[in-house]
């Protein structure tokens, strides 16, 4: 019987590009981007098996029986699991996505996934006693048995199962995602008919190849995932962590620094520098924090998670020692600048009676900061979750004030002191809410300004 494996020798060659470039992605270290690296490294070692069991076929005449035995079992209980890895990660990144109500489904998913993995294990070790996958005849040629294709009829089976949640979960997912998932059956079918017409052609790694390459294309370059002009992470990455940390009830710090007055850096030395200089803070930042995890958060805004440390008093240690490094002036393209920052501290997870979005938290906090002056260090604590509670609460009270009549003018004559007589009146509005009293203008105006 003859064999044609170049299909899966270029399949590895692509797999071990996948390696090298993902390796260096800064990527959301979610379960689903670990599968999806244990997937690449899965992929290749069924390559390698696959090549192995080529080679002892095509040499079974010297290669012991034994081995052969051995080393096809082993294709049959192993490389249907690298379409099922794939599976796992699309339902991964799908439930990511949908409200908890539903991640039951997954666990659902993962039942009807184990079924297909324990029927393919019985029918693989029970091969040994009944020839249905595969034997050796008298002259020790490979003969397939009557369910030598049943590795096919298992991909098509997973394929179906992650179509059904997808479509169960339709409202939920991206549209995009949604879009480019339609494509794998197609794909994968295509590839596995041309299979079942070419049957000495060996092309499940290659029909991995494609899904790997499809996936790292769409879902997992890291540029989805990192700021074009530092090369950390971004926003968004920066809050999906943020937002599993809280979600999983785990322990972190979370530091963000935001650069003082840096439009005026901007505005003298021009953007380029501008950017040189937020490039080098970027680096500084990293050196600073070089086991943590660290983002730009907005223009001039950086920040940092902090996890799994037990010393209390560590995130705030780091904090001064970059304000130690950035307070120097800092010398970048032939110019000089000096570069101030102020700080918010949050520790996770919060307090139940104080809970609230992290994100606006800290938001808030550099306000605050700010609003002191340069160079400000805030911890996000008690007076600070009363202050974003208040300040809630008045932009609630904003909202429905007009409506329920909150506010009222008051008239401060404007005396003439020459004639001794009242010549006008300044009108002053004023704010009462039901709850919080009498509102001073001073916070009010500017919430009212500002939402």
């Known amino acids: 019987m003859g064999w044609n494996a170049a299909p899966e020798l270029i399949a590895a060659i692509v797999i071990i590009i996948l390696i090298i470039n993902s390796s260096g992605s800064r990527s959301i270290p979610t379960v689903r981007n670990k599968l999806f690296t244990v997937s690449l490294w899965f992929t290749t070692v069924c390559l390698v098996i696959n090549a192995t069991s080529v080679l002892t076929i095509v040499n079974s005449k010297i290669v012991p029986l034994w081995i052969n035995i051995f080393i096809n079992t082993l294709y049959f209980l192993i490389y249907p699991l690298m379409s099922i890895l794939f599976i796992i990660y699309l339902l991964l990144f799908m439930f990511e996505r949908v409200p908890d109500s539903h991640q039951y489904r997954f666990r659902i998913a993962l039942v009807f996934i184990g079924i297909s993995v324990l029927a393919n294990t019985i029918l693989s070790i029970g091969n040994l006693y009944t020839g249905w996958l595969f034997s050796f005849d008298s002259s020790l040629n490979y003969v397939r048995g009557p369910l030598n294709r049943w ?195 949050l520790e996770l997870p919060q307090k139940d009676e104080y809970a609230t979005d992290p994100i606006n938290l800290l938001d808030h906090a550099i306000r605050l900061a700010k609003n002191k002056g340069r160079s400000q260090r805030i911890v996000i604590d008690e007076p600070v979750f009363n202050s974003i509670r208040r300040r809630n609460q008045i932009v609630d009270s904003l909202k429905s004030g007009m409506k329920e009549e909150y506010f009222h003018v008051e008239y401060q004559p404007i005396f003439n002191s020459a004639t001794n007589r009242i010549v006008g009146a300044e009108a002053l509005l004023r704010m009462n809410d039901p709850q919080l009293n009498a509102i001073s203008p001073k916070e009010f105006i500017p919430l009212a300004e500002e939402v």
């Open 151 to 345: 590795s096919f009829v298992m991909v098509a089976y997973n394929i179906a199962i992650g179509l059904m949640f997808a479509f169960t979960e339709r409202k939920h997912i991206d549209p995009f995602f949604l879009k480019i998932a339609g494509w794998f059956p197609i794909i994968s079918f295509a590839i596995l008919g041309i299979q079942q017409i070419y049957r000495t052609i060996m092309l499940s790694g290659t029909a991995m190849m494609v899904a790997t390459l499809w996936v790292f294309l769409n879902f997992q370059s890291k540029k989805f995932y990192e700021d074009n002009l530092t090369k950390l992470g971004n926003r968004e990455t920066f809050t999906t962590i943020t937002d599993l940390i809280v979600k999983r009830n785990k322990r972190a710090d979370i530091i963000l620094i935001s650069l003082d007055d840096f439009k005026v850096v901007n505005d003298t030395f021009g953007r380029p520098k501008g950017d040189a200089i937020l490039k080098r803070i970027a680096c500084m930042l990293e050196n600073t924090y070089p086991h943590q995890q660290v983002f730009r958060y907005s223009g001039d805004e950086f920040a940092v998670v902090i996890t799994d440390d037990a010393d209390l008093a560590f995130p705030e240690r780091l904090i001064q020692k970059f304000c130690t490094q950035i307070d120097k002036p800092m010398e970048i393209e032939g110019i000089v600048a000096n570069i101030e920052a102020s700080t918010a501290l």
